[in-house]
């Protein structure tokens, strides 16, 4: 028995370690530990689940055996991948086949019950994948599935709930069940890494310094984890109230495209809100992925000289139809080419941010004007609106934490996550943020950004 165990102990061990080499980071290697572990857990969801449809004689349609099997497939290849050090391929092939698959199901018709893995497929994509751009990818695709599969109606012809409930909830179960687990295991994994370097800073007298600033890097872990938790309990919130809006708005529409055959005029009549709501929703998970990217991977400045007008332009445009909804009247005010260096993609956020809530804050048939001028060694960029204005009292919490938001002037809602992320990262690229504003009168949010390299000085 004893040696039996040592024996299973050993073949997990090597599950763990597949693809894994000597020359990756520790934390690297935990990571792949817990893929290679969620990977094995799908192989053997996809030999149970078949298995017991057997064992209860279900006439299970051809499409419900596909899904039961899928993982089995999938993650063997995964699994392959991460074996030849195709890393990055094997996360991509993951965090697409599966949500895909399961999609094809209820595209065929056949409800299953498997819907929570789309959450499963989202959460992990921004842990595990590196590229940003692969996880806006992935996030993506697992979201527009899920919308596909569960927020669009389909006419099922089978429905496991009715046709076996105790398969129905066994599947519900499975899910949350790979849900906890893959957190579990990014708990266990983390704590061990930290656990880890600490060991090791023990190991010699040389290295009693480096623990003291180990512990005191801790602390402010221990109280940016603090903040951070704060901030995902309301993130999770907005995302659980918020995304539901825009997506029953979608599906209403939708039905009653469907089953009463709304007229063409009643249908434009509904476009505005809802687009306005996809809007939201569009901010919402830029700026949602933007700070798990930041807060994840500590992402590295990328600075480079930027061409200000050019990037106001391009800002202006894209904002271009938020603002016509509201019959707003966008103006640039830039006259001249002025440059600064700071990384393009974290200033680029921060002037859609700026725009975004100018444009939230002021009424129809008002004015937004963006501009720029140059200092001595500093470029200024200010976003001006004759909106609703902001009271002394409210300025000193915009940038605080406890992410301050108010409605817009046509109800638009908001996290106050934007703003958080753009003192971040200005200060990141050595610069920062000031408001001036008037209630009534509207208000400036001023950029200042370093016309080369290096920190702009303390205001005056």
Request: aromatic share 12%; hydrophobic share 45%; proline share 3%.
């Amino acid at each position: 028995m004893h040696a039996l165990r040592l024996d299973l102990m050993r073949y997990w061990v090597s599950i763990k370690s597949i693809g894994v080499t000597p020359e990756m980071e520790e934390y690297d290697k935990r990571k792949m530990s817990i893929f290679n572990q969620l990977n094995f857990l799908g192989i053997i969801t996809g030999i149970i689940v078949p298995l017991i449809g057997l064992l209860f004689n279900d006439h299970l349609p051809p499409l419900a055996w596909f899904i039961a099997a899928s993982p089995l497939a999938i993650s063997v290849i995964v699994l392959w991948l991460n074996h030849e050090q195709y890393y990055e391929h094997a996360r991509l092939v993951y965090f697409s086949l599966y949500p895909i698959a399961t999609c094809l199901v209820y595209l065929g018709k056949v409800d299953v019950g498997v819907e929570l893995f789309f959450v499963l497929y989202g959460v992990l994509s921004v842990f595990f994948l590196q590229e940003i751009m692969h996880i806006i990818f992935a996030f993506s695709l697992a979201i527009t599935c899920y919308f596909i599969a569960c927020i669009v109606p389909h006419d099922y012809y089978f429905r496991l709930a009715k046709s076996n409930y105790y398969f129905y909830v066994f599947n519900h179960i499975t899910a949350i069940s790979f849900i906890f687990y893959a957190i579990y295991f990014i708990k266990q994994e983390n704590n061990g890494y930290h656990y880890s370097l600490l060991n090791k800073s023990r190991e010699s007298d040389l290295q009693k310094q480096e623990i003291a600033q180990k512990a005191s890097l801790l602390e402010e872990q221990t109280a940016k984890l603090t903040e951070l938790n704060q901030l995902k309990n309301k993130l999770f919130s907005v995302i659980a109230h918020d995304l539901k809006t825009p997506m029953y708005a979608l599906r209403n529409l939708f039905n009653n495209m469907h089953i009463n055959e709304m007229p063409v005029k009643e249908i434009k009549a509904l476009l505005p809100g809802i687009v306005s709501e996809m809007n939201y929703t569009t901010n919402l998970m830029e700026n949602l992925l933007q700070w798990a990217k930041s807060q994840m991977e500590n992402t590295s400045l990328q600075p480079e000289v930027l061409d200000i007008e050019t990037m106001i332009r391009r800002v202006l445009q894209l904002l271009h139809w938020q603002a016509s909804n509201k019959r707003i009247h966008l103006e640039s005010q830039v006259e001249e080419p002025l440059f600064c260096y700071a990384d393009k993609e974290m200033v680029n956020l921060v002037l859609r941010n700026l725009l975004s809530n100018a444009i939230k804050f002021t009424p129809e048939n008002g004015h937004v004007r963006v501009g720029a001028k140059e200092q001595a060694s500093c470029v200024e960029i200010y976003v001006q609106d004759d909106g609703v204005g902001i009271s002394a009292e409210r300025m000193q919490q915009l940038f605080g934490e406890m992410f301050y938001t108010t409605k817009g002037t046509n109800s638009e809602t908001g996290t106050g996550l934007g703003l958080k992320l753009c003192k971040d990262f200005l200060e990141k690229n050595g610069g920062r943020i000031a408001v001036q504003s008037q209630l009534g009168k509207g208000s400036t949010f001023t950029v200042i950004l370093p016309r080369f390299g290096g920190e702009i000085g303390p205001r005056r």
